[in-house]
């Protein structure tokens, strides 16, 4: 028998690897949109980095409560991914901001069909429990 928490851990997994991927592929093509010739793996390796430090770090900086000391660690995330993708797929600083910011545009497209794709399908498990009052 699986418990809550079990479920809620192979959900987490499931979540995290799902996004690892969409991100990592949103920065795959917006490396290939400016040229960059660089491998998916790398990029995967390149995303995961950036992932855990990305977690370490805002998450120290929630933990004090202050929304200053949140916006300089947001700022220090942002410097580190550009150091980080520019050191791993032989950039310029330049090349590796504007791979970012793309990279977060198709993110955020990719995240938006996802959405209106699955927001139906919850709506629908949703209200299929409710039945009309006789």
């Known amino acids: 028998m699986i418990t809550g928490?079990?479920?809620?851990?192979?959900?987490?997994?499931?979540?995290?690897?799902?996004?690892?991927?969409?991100?990592?592929?949103?920065?795959?093509?917006?490396?290939?949109?400016?040229g960059v010739q660089v491998s998916f793996l790398r990029v995967l390796v390149g995303t995961l980095f950036v992932g855990i430090i990305s977690f370490i770090i805002i998450v120290s900086a929630s933990s004090l409560f202050t929304s200053n000391l949140f916006i300089i660690a947001l700022i220090i995330v942002f410097v580190i991914a550009l150091a980080i993708y520019k050191s791993l797929f032989n950039i310029s600083w330049i090349k590796a901001f504007v791979i970012l910011i793309i990279a977060?545009?198709?993110f955020f497209g990719i995240m938006l069909i996802l959405v209106l794709i699955l927001v139906p399908?919850?709506?629908?498990?949703?209200?299929?429990?409710l039945s009309a009052a006789p």
């Open 5 to 34: 928490f079990q479920a809620l851990s192979g959900v987490t997994i499931i979540g995290f690897i799902l996004g690892w991927v969409i991100s990592s592929l949103s920065v795959y093509l917006a490396a290939r949109i400016i």
């Open 104 to 106: 977060g545009v198709i």
């Open 121 to 129: 399908f919850a709506l629908a498990s949703i209200f299929s429990g």
